[in-house]
């Protein structure tokens, strides 16, 4: 049993990975925040928790409303399977023209205005919603049920896994992303993940229809 839960853990932690591995807006603040040392252990945990909650209620709703309109499952398989195609070609065409991640100094901020900052780059940021609650969302309400806590438990896991090594170890990470060529890797490997996601969801919209 636990064998067979557990694809739906790693997939849940590989598709939630490779949409959040990819510096905008709020990963740059993450780590420009680790690189000065300044409130990142509450930056990382109310980053992982909005990711967990957004996940959460994707899945638990979309659940309810795929059950109800089996269509509505095809339409959104095929639309994440686009979605991922096009985030996977961009991610290629990123890693043909690379740029060195460059980080500002910035004037010390209090605790409430990081998180503040923090809520900004999270909840105005229309992609995070569009990656967790309707592209996990769907791909997590299309398990069978007893699957679907392993996946959203997966994804969560990669968000706190992300954000953690990006903000606490973002004092390690500033020589090696000052260079071009490991941005070149990184978005080669998030793109090839996405083209292989996407043909999944292809493959299972075609065999369910």
């Not at 985030?87 to 503040?116: C, F, N």
Request: with cysteine.
């Amino acid at each position: 049993m636990t064998s067979s839960l557990l694809p739906a853990f790693l997939k849940g932690f590989a598709l939630s990975a490779g949409l959040i591995i990819a510096i905008g807006a709020q990963n740059m603040f993450v780590l420009r925040q680790g690189l000065k040392r300044e409130h990142v252990v509450p930056i990382v945990l109310f980053c992982a928790a909005a990711d967990a909650t957004l996940i959460v209620a994707g899945v638990s709703g979309l659940g309810g409303v795929l059950a109800l309109l089996p269509g509505l499952s095809l339409a959104l398989s095929l639309g994440g399977a686009a979605f991922l195609g096009w985030y996977g070609v961009s991610a290629l065409h990123r890693a043909a023209k690379p740029s060195a991640l460059i980080v500002e100094h910035q004037t010390t901020m209090t605790l409430g205005a990081a998180l503040a900052g923090t809520a900004a780059f999270t909840f105005l940021n229309p992609h995070v919603y569009i990656d967790t609650v309707m592209l996990m969302g769907a791909v997590g309400a299309g398990l069978p049920p007893m699957e679907r806590p392993l996946f959203m438990a997966g994804a969560a896991l990669a968000s706190l896994v992300w954000f953690s090594s990006l903000g606490l170890g973002a004092r390690f990470l500033a020589p090696l992303f000052s260079r071009p060529a490991a941005w070149r890797v990184l978005d080669l490997g998030i793109g090839a993940m996405m083209l292989v996601l996407a043909s999944s969801l292809v493959h299972a919209a075609v065999l369910a229809g």
